[in-house]
């Protein structure tokens, strides 16, 4: 007999995952803020989910390319500039960019108000960067060029350097 027979209640499918308002692993960086809503442990490692608050002129990494997974952005709130090579897009609210693979971009927030983006990443594995840039920061290190660029190379990310 199953548990919702016996109890007469509806039972939650063991395979959902609900990540609340107040839930979440949260990364600081910076004056960015990044919370890591799914961080592929759900999703058979398919598929990471974070949403990020960038605080007005918040610069954004520098441009780079990942190898082995695609990025997208969902502005829900304020304008964000994408660089990606040498053109630039001003993301305002609703507005959706999908970064391939080999793609070199790059994100700011230039504005007066903060801005506010869900990230996906396909697969999960870019996570686990966010995460080790916290432990970089925590241990009281800068963050110098070449300690990201250290972080970035884990995983399957370079330096867009022939755009500099």
């Known amino acids: 007999m199953t548990e919702e027979a016996k ?14 308002p107040g839930d979440g692993e949260m990364i ?16 058979g490692h398919r598929l990471a989910i974070a949403e990020s608050v960038l605080a007005p002129h918040t610069q954004g990494p520098p441009q780079h390319r990942h ?14 500039r994408f660089t990606v090579a040498d053109e630039d897009y001003d993301a305002v609210t609703g507005t959706l960019v999908m970064v391939p693979p080999g793609t070199p971009h790059t994100f700011a927030n230039l504005t007066d108000q903060p801005a506010v983006m869900l990230s996906t990443f396909t697969p999960d594995r870019y996570v686990q960067y966010f995460r080790d840039l916290r432990e ?11 300690a990201n660029v250290d972080a970035m190379s884990r995983y399957a990310t370079e330096p867009a350097t022939d755009l500099t």
Do not use: K, N, W
């Not at 109890?7 to 609340?20: D, I, K, M």
């Open 67 to 80: 190898a082995r997974h695609d990025e997208g952005f969902y502005v829900l709130s304020g304008t964000v």
């Open 28 to 43: 600081i960086l910076g004056s960015t803020r990044m919370r890591v809503l799914e961080d592929g442990s759900h999703t």
């Open 136 to 146: 970089l920061l925590a241990d009281g290190r800068p963050l110098t060029p070449q």
């Open 7 to 20: 109890t007469g209640e509806p039972q939650a499918h063991p395979a959902v995952s609900l990540t609340g």
